[in-house]
Protein backbone atom coordinates (compact mmCIF):
# COMPACT_ATOMS: atom_id res chain seq x y z
CA UNK A 1 0.00 0.00 0.00
CA UNK A 2 1.43 3.34 -0.83
CA UNK A 3 -0.54 6.35 0.73
CA UNK A 4 -0.60 9.83 -0.42
CA UNK A 5 -2.17 12.57 1.37
CA UNK A 6 -2.30 16.68 1.01
CA UNK A 7 -4.28 19.19 2.03
CA UNK A 8 -2.39 20.55 4.83
CA UNK A 9 -1.40 24.37 5.69
CA UNK A 10 -1.68 27.58 7.51
CA UNK A 11 -4.66 29.00 9.30
CA UNK A 12 -5.63 31.23 11.68
CA UNK A 13 -7.44 30.05 15.27
CA UNK A 14 -11.22 29.23 14.27
CA UNK A 15 -10.38 28.56 10.98
CA UNK A 16 -10.71 25.15 8.50
CA UNK A 17 -8.56 22.95 6.68
CA UNK A 18 -9.48 19.29 4.82
CA UNK A 19 -6.81 16.94 4.36
CA UNK A 20 -7.55 14.34 1.90
CA UNK A 21 -4.93 10.87 1.73
CA UNK A 22 -5.75 8.50 -1.23
CA UNK A 23 -4.60 4.78 -1.05
CA UNK A 24 -2.61 2.70 -3.93
CA UNK A 25 -1.94 -0.89 -4.03
CA UNK A 26 -3.21 -3.60 -2.30
CA UNK A 27 -6.01 -1.92 -0.35
CA UNK A 28 -8.21 -4.82 1.26
CA UNK A 29 -11.96 -4.93 1.14
CA UNK A 30 -12.09 -4.15 5.32
CA UNK A 31 -8.70 -1.70 6.08
CA UNK A 32 -9.71 0.64 8.44
CA UNK A 33 -7.97 4.21 7.43
CA UNK A 34 -6.90 6.36 9.99
CA UNK A 35 -5.19 10.16 10.62
CA UNK A 36 -2.47 10.56 13.18
CA UNK A 37 -0.45 13.61 14.26
CA UNK A 38 2.97 14.51 15.83
CA UNK A 39 3.44 18.02 17.06
CA UNK A 40 6.98 18.98 17.59
CA UNK A 41 9.08 17.22 20.53
CA UNK A 42 6.19 15.22 21.35
CA UNK A 43 5.20 12.02 20.20
CA UNK A 44 2.49 10.82 17.53
CA UNK A 45 -0.75 10.26 18.23
CA UNK A 46 -4.23 9.30 17.04
CA UNK A 47 -6.72 11.60 15.78
CA UNK A 48 -9.68 9.54 14.02
CA UNK A 49 -10.33 6.25 12.21
CA UNK A 50 -12.95 4.88 9.82
CA UNK A 51 -14.02 1.63 9.06
CA UNK A 52 -15.26 1.11 5.28
CA UNK A 53 -18.83 0.79 6.95
CA UNK A 54 -18.13 4.71 7.89
CA UNK A 55 -17.88 3.76 11.71
CA UNK A 56 -15.44 6.42 12.81
CA UNK A 57 -13.79 7.04 16.39
CA UNK A 58 -12.32 10.23 17.34
CA UNK A 59 -9.51 11.51 20.20
CA UNK A 60 -11.19 13.75 22.59
CA UNK A 61 -9.47 16.43 21.93
CA UNK A 62 -10.82 16.68 18.42
CA UNK A 63 -14.59 15.32 19.19
CA UNK A 64 -16.63 17.66 17.37
CA UNK A 65 -14.30 19.36 15.43
CA UNK A 66 -12.94 16.94 13.19
CA UNK A 67 -14.93 14.54 10.59
CA UNK A 68 -13.23 11.94 9.20
CA UNK A 69 -14.91 10.44 6.01
CA UNK A 70 -14.08 8.10 3.40
CA UNK A 71 -15.01 7.59 -0.42
CA UNK A 72 -14.36 4.09 -0.96
CA UNK A 73 -14.55 3.71 -4.72
CA UNK A 74 -11.68 6.22 -4.67
CA UNK A 75 -9.48 4.69 -1.61
CA UNK A 76 -9.15 7.46 0.09
CA UNK A 77 -9.91 9.23 3.18
CA UNK A 78 -10.32 12.74 4.29
CA UNK A 79 -10.00 15.27 7.46
CA UNK A 80 -12.43 17.85 7.74
CA UNK A 81 -10.99 19.90 10.85
CA UNK A 82 -12.94 23.19 11.60
CA UNK A 83 -12.69 25.59 14.76
CA UNK A 84 -8.56 24.67 15.05
CA UNK A 85 -6.84 25.67 18.18
CA UNK A 86 -2.57 26.07 18.00
CA UNK A 87 -2.56 23.03 20.06
CA UNK A 88 -3.61 21.08 16.36
CA UNK A 89 -0.32 22.32 14.64
CA UNK A 90 1.10 19.14 14.08
CA UNK A 91 2.47 17.12 11.31
CA UNK A 92 -1.00 15.02 10.11
CA UNK A 93 -0.64 11.26 8.78
CA UNK A 94 -2.52 9.16 6.99
CA UNK A 95 -2.06 5.31 8.04
CA UNK A 96 -3.73 2.43 6.76
CA UNK A 97 -2.55 -1.11 6.99
CA UNK A 98 0.77 -0.86 8.40
CA UNK A 99 1.90 1.66 6.26
CA UNK A 100 2.03 5.47 7.06
CA UNK A 101 1.91 8.46 4.52
CA UNK A 102 4.29 11.07 3.88
CA UNK A 103 2.91 13.85 6.12
CA UNK A 104 1.37 17.18 5.91
CA UNK A 105 1.66 19.77 7.56
CA UNK A 106 -0.98 21.78 9.33
CA UNK A 107 -0.06 24.85 11.45
CA UNK A 108 -2.64 27.00 13.82
CA UNK A 109 -1.47 30.42 14.75
CA UNK A 110 -2.30 34.22 14.37
Known amino acids: VQLQASGGGSVQPGGSLRLSCAAY????????MAWHRQAPGKQREFVAS???????VYADSVKGRFTISRENAKNTVYLEMNSLKPEDTAVYYC?????WGQGTQVTVSS
Open 50 to 56: VTVSGSA
Open 25 to 32: GSIGSNSI
Open 95 to 99: YMRNT
